[in-house]
């Protein structure tokens, strides 16, 4: 959205601007080391443009922060007490004083005001720029970097400001930021080889009528082919029936060109959910900086990479979870991050950034009340500026009383042969994932097997359920008893390779391996934290559903709930391990552990601890 802001002050100042000072007056606000996978190809073109998004030091965070956890904690009067956009903006806007500093700087590099765009709060200043105009503003150099798959990005590794703007501007991008969410690797892995999936046998239809008896897990659920009716039984919505449908939302995230193909869900819910059918055409599409809706064939190229394989997953599993809830997809664009043309300016890589910033902008009765979301990167690829300014505007979501779920990685504590520092090579280091660390999401690991469930691993194709600890967020005051309880167990194993201090991740689990996938009209079997993220977010929808068609107000941010009684409504996992960097990884135990976190859901016991709770 575009705001022609001024400042009184502000427009005086500009009138009689200062000189431009000399570069002697910057200094560095923010370095970061190139990632392994990248290398740099030359100098970017002087022309090229860019999509500046400069994120200013927001004024009262702090109080934020401490409102979302009161209105979080069940022990708390506030409890349920979600925080308006009008309420949320005002605390997060920066102070007058940094406008007009940020204002001035822009102006004396010649920068209009009808250029620039505005977050609602004005904490984020998007404008179009050359890389000659940006390099001159920041005092750097800008180079085309390549990653090992073969995709560009116009980045640069420093970048600086003048001295009395940094107390006033926390992030500017792209810059040094270098997370791809997994454009090629992303977090989802086919048991099969996905390009030929008609030598599959489709499992058997599947359908429960509403009033029926229960099915038992054993007579609905194969490991070898994970459906709806399964993941329904197993964790116990099979027999409720959504009653707030249209007041509670469920969406999800698409990025990197995914789509979710409505005549593949149609046919996965004939087969699976048919009383689900009309979903299908039913669930809304929101397009967000020309990301991608496609929704005729795939050319062969795009077969060949797999496309839709993941849009499909989260579309399909949700609705054969949640229907009749409304599901809201949200395809986001922004790859591929360096674009040829230099009259198309490229966009940051990380697409979450945009993505926030249309959601944000949105009425609290226009976004969901729960959200997946399957993508995620290395967190070393990113600056700590940058993912602190992004768990920052998922903190927004949450205290405005939006449960947010991401996918907790596929490779264990790190993917083999990767499992070093990027400031230091010869440093081995177990890899945490982002935005899995952030504080302010509930983070989701796998599991598979039924009777009991494991930690999930498959040998076939590597897939591990991700966890471990943050080198970046300190470990939350909600999880301290829960963390430390877990560190006392697990002794001095591994202590050279992870913070101890960090954020422990995951904090729940689902089911996540050869989930039943209707793909190109075919059968594909999927792995990955992308198919129980999906799975965990829709259990939580129809807690959700329950609470408001009673009158209660939704979950919000979970995790002091979480941690603070509702644990013992999920099952506790104690077999397994997040196997990676060429080590068994941390390995699941009783009670809380960075693999499974508390274990899975069950849908009966949970509702009621929710209900308990106003």
């Known amino acids: 959205m575009r705001f022609l802001f001024w400042v009184a002050v502000a427009a005086s100042s500009w009138t009689h601007a200062s000189p431009l000072k000399s570069s002697s007056s910057f200094a560095v606000k923010d370095s ?47 409890y349920g007490q979600h925080l308006s956009a009008e309420e949320v903006n005002a605390l997060v806007q920066p102070s007058d004083d940094a406008l007009f500093h940020v204002h001035v700087w822009l102006q004396q590099h010649g920068i209009h005001p009808d250029a620039l765009q505005y977050s609602q709060a004005k904490d984020f200043i998007k404008v179009v720029l050359p890389v000659s105009a940006v390099e001159s503003m920041l005092d750097t150099k800008y180079s085309v970097y390549q990653h090992e798959d073969g995709s ?3 980045r640069t590794l420093e970048w600086s400001l003048p001295h009395h703007l940094h107390e006033h501007i926390d992030s500017i991008q792209p810059t040094n930021s270098f997370l791809r969410a997994r454009a090629q690797k992303r977090t989802l892995k086919p048991v099969v080889d996905v390009a030929q999936p008609s030598a ?34 197993l964790y116990g919505t099979v027999d409720y029936t959504p009653k ?37 055409k039913q669930f809304k599409v929101d397009v967000i900086n020309n990301g991608d809706n496609q929704q005729t064939p795939d050319t062969p190229a795009q077969l060949a990479a797999g496309k839709d394989l993941e849009g499909n ?3 399909e599993t949700i609705l054969g979870i949640t229907y009749p809830t409304p599901l809201t997809a949200y395809t986001t664009g922004g790859m591929p991050p360096f674009i040829a043309d230099l009259n198309t300016p490229s966009d940051t890589n990380e697409p979450y950034m945009t993505w926030l910033d249309y959601i944000l902008d949105q009425p609290n009765s226009k976004i969901p009340q729960t959200i997946s979301t399957s993508y995620g990167d290395d967190e070393q690829t990113v600056p ?36 070093f520092s990027n400031a230091n090579p010869q440093k081995r280091m177990f890899i945490p994932a982002f935005p899995a660390s952030c504080p302010y999401v509930t983070t989701v690991g796998a599991t598979h097997q039924f009777n009991p469930e494991v930690a999930a691993f498959d040998a076939m194709n590597g897939f591990a359920s991700g966890g471990g600890f943050s080198n970046y967020f300190a470990r939350p005051k909600y999880q301290d008893a829960a963390v430390t309880n877990y560190l006392a167990i697990l002794g001095k194993e591994f202590s050279a390779l992870y913070n101890k201090t960090g954020r422990g991740y995951p ?19 999927l792995d990955g934290t992308s198919a129980s993220c999906p799975t965990a977010a829709s259990v939580i929808s129809l807690v959700n559903d329950a609470l408001i068609a009673n009158g209660k107000r939704p979950l919000g941010f979970l995790n002091p709930f979480l941690y603070n009684s509702a644990y013992t409504s ?19 135990e009783k009670g809380w552990d960075p693999v499974t976190g508390f274990g899975t859901p069950n849908f009966k016991e949970l509702k009621k601890a929710a209900m308990q709770e106003y």
């Open 32 to 78: 970061h080391n190139l990632p392994r996978s990248w290398s740099r190809v030359g100098d970017a073109p002087a022309d090229h443009l860019i999509r500046l998004n400069i994120g200013l030091r927001q004024g009262q965070f702090e109080e934020l922060e401490k409102s979302l956890y009161e209105v979080s904690d069940p022990a708390h009067s506030r």
């Open 570 to 588: 999920f099952t506790d996992v104690t077999s397994g391990s997040a196997v990676g960097c060429n080590t068994a990884g941390f390995p699941a």
């Open 152 to 154: 560009a990005a116009v």
């Open 313 to 315: 997953l989260d579309a």
């Open 244 to 280: 707030a449908a249209g007041t509670n939302m469920i969406g999800l995230t698409d990025y990197l060109m995914e789509a979710n193909n409505r005549s593949d869900v149609k046919l996965f819910l004939q087969q699976y959910r048919p009383d689900a059918v009309k979903g299908a």
């Open 507 to 525: 904090d729940i689990s689902a089911q996540g391996e050869r989930f039943v996938t209707i793909w190109n009209g075919t059968l594909a079997l």
């Open 200 to 233: 599959q046998e489709m499992p058997a239809a599947q359908s429960y009528t509403a009033g029926a008896a229960v099915p038992d897990v054993a007579s609905v659920c194969n490991v070898s082919a994970v459906t709806s009716l399964c993941l329904r039984t």
């Open 384 to 419: 700590y500026s940058y993912a602190k300014k992004v768990c920052n505007q998922l903190a927004q979501l949450g205290a405005r009383g939006v449960t947010l779920l991401h996918s907790s990685g596929d490779d264990g504590v790190g993917a083999n042969g990767t499992c």
